[in-house]
């Protein structure tokens, strides 16, 4: 017997196998269009999802507002989908409209999640733009800081920490390597600006970072690094860099 990849009747590896293939292709075309915006040719694997979304594992049974920014077409958003808690709020936030309906369409098709569509919702806006009185204990960051001018990735940092309640956990990631094959061939200006975007992220490692590891499993390679808003709320001087040693 055979199947063709829409049949709904078709094994569920066979649906998983078209899926996949069908994001990789979307998520190719709109790094094409937007490459600015999207900071990658392929959705994030497995491994590194898991990885990102572990926060809100740990904090289990507990309940959890998260938000989820640059979801892309969900490759992360399916691990947190699986990992909520009855009670749990997810925010996700994509500024790609395209990302942002198919985002739409897998919470609605998600198994399971009739009873509490609710506790999601998809926002087709930049995070700079969100309008929320909510406090979240998790984000899970996809945004592809190393595209952005210096400026842009502190006002979201900025925002980030202001959404976080204290004690909160942001996690994000960067593409192993990929700030020095731009350096060395792009332009002189083009090499000023990851270099500045690398030592402002350095600054926020150096005073809020509580782990970072590798993902070498990932294509390509991904390192992750997981901030914590200090539970004062406030700056906490003196706090020790994390280094990037604990690999996977």
């Not at 994001?23 to 491994?47: C, M, Q, Y």
């Not at 952005?148 to 976080?164: N, T």
Request: proline fraction near 6%; charge should be positive; include cysteine.
């Amino acid at each position: 017997m055979s199947y063709t990849a829409a049949d709904p009747d078709s094994p569920p590896h066979s649906r998983g196998r078209a899926r996949r293939a069908t994001e990789g292709w979307d998520f190719l075309v709109e790094s094409i269009r937007n490459h600015r915006t999207v900071g990658s040719i392929a959705p994030s694997g497995k491994s590194l999802a898991n990885l990102l979304t572990d926060p809100l594992l740990e904090r289990a049974p507990q309940v959890s507002n998260v938000l989820e920014v640059g979801a892309g077409t969900g490759s992360v958003t399916r691990v947190l989908l699986s990992r909520m808690s009855q009670g749990c709020q997810l925010d996700i936030v994509e500024a790609n409209a395209h990302f942002a309906a198919h985002l739409r369409r897998l919470v609605r098709g998600y198994p399971n999640l009739l009873q509490k569509q609710e506790q999601v919702r998809v926002h087709n806006v930049f995070v700079e733009q969100l309008t929320t009185d909510r406090r979240y204990d998790v984000i899970v960051s996809g945004l592809p800081f190393a595209n952005f001018a210096p400026r842009q990735v502190e006002e979201i940092m900025g925002r980030y920490l202001d959404l976080l309640r204290p004690g909160g956990t942001l996690t994000y990631f960067s593409y192993c390597g990929s700030r020095w094959v731009r350096t060395l061939l792009t332009s002189r200006p083009e090499a000023r600006r990851q270099l500045d975007v690398k030592g402002l992220l350095n600054q926020y490692h150096n005073q809020y970072a509580v782990g970072c590891w590798t993902v070498w499993g990932n294509l390509p390679p991904a390192q992750v690094w997981q901030l914590r808003r200090p539970m004062d709320a406030v700056t906490a001087p003196g706090a020790s860099t994390v280094q990037p040693d604990i690999l996977r």
